[in-house]
């Protein structure tokens, strides 16, 4: 309107980049979105989103150097959104910036699943980057990241997936229930294939993919709850007589593992976490509504944890409706438990144990130690189908209770 007073306003500055000084900050969880194909940084204490890495098609994968400050994120991009030219690419991102610093370009056919664990995987020494192919024919690609180049295409007929296994070394879950065991020379180029004997029945009763790792062991567990610990402390695998997590009752009731992301570990106690619920034969995708706790060197259950509401949203925005006593209440009493889909634990001496669900971008937040419920928070994505934390890092960022940059 002509002669209307006009607000003045400063002008805003655009282009500005923070940076994360805690970029390894052990309470600090990645939560992988497949819809939307993105990874969402977001910080447990105070529920801040922090970042985003936009990771391409399909459900992403990171993995960390806390010493080189570095993410490593396998991507497929196709020159028309869903269709078209396919590429391949390895990115390594800034983990300060969360800019990408270089890519190598790796063969069109990386396997892209559900659930990425096991997908891809870092060498202990972290030069050698594994990523998992599938086309069908099955094979890994090596990518040296010192160099930042493709060295190898490893080809691994009957065998699938990567998990590292020491500083040149990587392994493969095979169809018949061994394991594959490849030691790369310093190149990146294959050196020794060894397959080993079958550990498990896979007719009678597979292991999932899912596995976690135990220090020098990689522990395992089929369908039907039995852990296949997997020792590779002396070179060859060496594998320990298997154990159940569910006991005679157990079984009676109906107890058994499910979910996505059904297994976190808790390194430092060797405490192992896995979700649970009561199903059928073949239910083993359905969402948990309990979170067992198991202590490893004593193979035994310690602690049962109500698998809570994570809480729901819509579009990536939170559902919240009164006051925060009232919406816990609703939520933990009121609500159908829906069940969870995926859990993570934080490699700290003040661990936290996350749940989170596929319908919903919030996740539940426990005291790893007491099972007692902290908080929630929501990581601003549509889902939170796949949760990454840190490893245990060899030197100590700031304490949860010691942080003020961001």
């Given at each position: 309107?002509?002669?209307?007073?006009?607000?003045?306003?400063?002008?805003?500055?655009?282009?500005?980049?923070?940076?994360?000084?805690?970029?390894?900050?052990?309470?600090?969880?990645?939560?992988?979105?497949?819809?939307?194909?993105?990874?969402?940084?977001?910080?447990?204490?105070?529920?801040?989103?922090?970042?985003?890495?936009?990771?391409?098609?399909?459900?992403?994968?990171?993995?960390?150097?806390?010493?080189?400050?570095?993410?490593?994120?396998?991507?497929t991009y196709f020159s028309r959104g869903t269709r078209g030219a396919r590429t391949d690419v390895a990115t390594i991102y800034d983990a300060k910036t969360l800019a990408p610093s270089a890519e190598v370009l790796l063969p069109p056919k990386r396997a892209i699943n559900p659930l990425?664990?096991?997908?891809?995987?870092?060498?202990?020494?972290?030069?050698?980057?594994?990523?998992?192919?599938?086309?069908?024919?099955?094979?890994?690609?090596?990518?040296?990241?010192?160099?930042?180049?493709?060295?190898?295409?490893?080809?691994?007929?009957?065998?699938?997936?990567?998990?590292?296994?020491?500083?040149?070394?990587?392994?493969?879950?095979?169809?018949?229930?061994?394991?594959?065991?490849?030691?790369?020379?310093?190149?990146?180029?294959?050196?020794?294939?060894?397959?080993?004997?079958?550990?498990?029945?896979?007719?009678?009763?597979?292991?999932?993919?899912?596995?976690?790792?135990?220090?020098?062991?990689?522990?395992?567990?089929?369908?039907?709850?039995?852990?296949?610990?997997?020792?590779?402390?002396?070179?060859?695998?060496?594998?320990?007589?298997?154990?159940?997590?569910?006991?005679?009752?157990?079984?009676?009731?109906?107890?058994?593992?499910g979910g996505l992301q059904h297994l976190a570990l808790h390194e430092a106690t060797g405490r192992l976490y896995s979700l649970v619920h009561q199903g059928g034969p073949d239910s083993h995708k359905d969402p948990g509504t309990e979170i067992w706790v198991h202590d490893l060197a004593?193979?035994?259950?310690?602690?049962?944890?109500?698998?809570?509401?994570?809480?729901?949203?819509?579009?990536?925005?939170?559902?919240?409706?009164?006051?925060?006593?009232?919406?816990?209440?609703?939520?933990?009493?009121?609500?159908?438990?829906?069940?969870?889909?995926?859990?993570?634990?934080?490699?700290?001496?003040?661990?936290?144990?996350?749940?989170?669900?596929?319908?919903?971008?919030?996740?539940?937040?426990?005291?790893?130690?007491?099972?007692?419920?902290?908080?929630?928070?929501?990581?601003?994505?549509?889902?939170?189908?796949?949760?990454?934390?840190?490893?245990?890092?060899?030197?100590?960022?700031?304490?949860?209770?010691?942080?003020?940059?961001?």
């Amino acid at each position: 309107m002509a002669g209307a007073a006009a607000a003045q306003l400063p002008i805003e500055t655009v282009g500005r980049s923070e940076v994360l000084e805690r970029a390894f900050d052990p309470h600090r969880v990645w939560a992988a979105d497949g819809l939307l194909g993105r990874l969402n940084l977001v910080d447990l204490d105070d529920g801040a989103f922090l970042g985003q890495i936009d990771a391409g098609w399909g459900m992403p994968q990171v993995l960390f150097s806390p010493e080189k400050r570095e993410l490593y994120v396998p991507e497929t991009y196709f020159s028309r959104g869903t269709r078209g030219a396919r590429t391949d690419v390895a990115t390594i991102y800034d983990a300060k910036t969360l800019a990408p610093s270089a890519e190598v370009l790796l063969p069109p056919k990386r396997a892209i699943n559900p659930l990425p664990t096991g997908n891809a995987a870092l060498s202990d020494d972290g030069r050698m980057l594994a990523v998992f192919n599938m086309d069908p024919a099955t094979s890994l690609s090596i990518v040296d990241l010192e160099t930042r180049q493709l060295r190898a295409e490893i080809p691994t007929p009957g065998c699938s997936l990567a998990y590292a296994a020491g500083a040149r070394r990587f392994l493969a879950l095979c169809a018949d229930g061994g394991l594959l065991t490849l030691d790369l020379d310093a190149a990146g180029g294959l050196a020794r294939a060894e397959r080993s004997a079958p550990f498990f029945d896979p007719e009678a009763d597979p292991v999932t993919e899912k596995a976690v790792r135990w220090g020098n062991r990689w522990i395992f567990v089929s369908f039907e709850g039995q852990v296949h610990e997997v020792d590779l402390s002396n070179g060859a695998p060496r594998f320990e007589a298997p154990w159940s997590l569910l006991d005679a009752e157990d079984r009676e009731d109906s107890w058994r593992v499910g979910g996505l992301q059904h297994l976190a570990l808790h390194e430092a106690t060797g405490r192992l976490y896995s979700l649970v619920h009561q199903g059928g034969p073949d239910s083993h995708k359905d969402p948990g509504t309990e979170i067992w706790v198991h202590d490893l060197a004593e193979r035994r259950r310690v602690q049962r944890i109500e698998a809570l509401n994570p809480g729901p949203t819509v579009m990536g925005y939170p559902i919240v409706f009164g006051p925060d006593w009232f919406y816990r209440f609703a939520l933990d009493t009121v609500m159908p438990r829906v069940g969870v889909d995926a859990i993570a634990v934080t490699q700290d001496a003040e661990p936290l144990l996350l749940a989170g669900a596929k319908y919903t971008a919030g996740l539940v937040v426990y005291d790893a130690r007491s099972g007692e419920l902290l908080r929630r928070v929501f990581t601003g994505g549509m889902t939170s189908q796949a949760l990454y934390t840190l490893p245990p890092l060899p030197e100590a960022e700031p304490s949860p209770s010691d942080r003020s940059a961001p």
